[in-house]
């Protein structure tokens, strides 16, 4: 294991991973990007609520990907049973 310190909206966070470091940077550049857009044009709001709203937004993109990944597999498995079924049975 190692330590990496990373910075999500001027906060310096230091985490023990044997997770890549440029990977977990790259994560950190995500939050602290959608951290800076939710706060843009807010004034008197705390990180905190900037965070929690952010922990939202993300929460959502993953329950959409999430979702959307299903639906695929859904559409997969109907094409491949029609696709069986113009076949027809398999070769003796």
């Given at each position: 294991?190692?330590?990496?310190?990373?910075?999500?909206?001027?906060?310096?966070?230091?985490?023990?991973?044997?997770?890549?470091?440029?990977?977990?940077?790259?994560?950190?550049?995500?939050?602290?990007?959608?951290?800076?857009?939710a706060s843009?044009?807010?004034?008197?709001?705390?990180?905190?609520?900037?965070?929690?709203?952010?922990?939202?937004?993300?929460?959502?993109?993953?329950h959409k990907?999430?979702?959307?990944?299903?639906?695929?597999?859904?559409?997969?498995?109907?094409?491949?049973?029609?696709?069986?079924?113009?076949?027809?049975?398999?070769?003796?």
């Open positions: 294991m190692k330590d990496v310190t990373l910075e999500i909206a001027g906060q310096r966070l230091r985490v023990r991973t044997d997770d890549d470091e440029a990977y977990l940077k790259s994560l950190a550049n995500y939050v602290d990007t959608k951290m800076r857009e843009r044009g807010q004034s008197g709001v705390t990180t905190l609520s900037v965070a929690l709203t952010v922990a939202l937004l993300i929460a959502d993109e993953l990907v999430a979702k959307g990944g299903s639906e695929i597999e859904t559409v997969a498995d109907r094409l491949t049973a029609r696709i069986e079924a113009a076949l027809g049975p398999p070769a003796a």
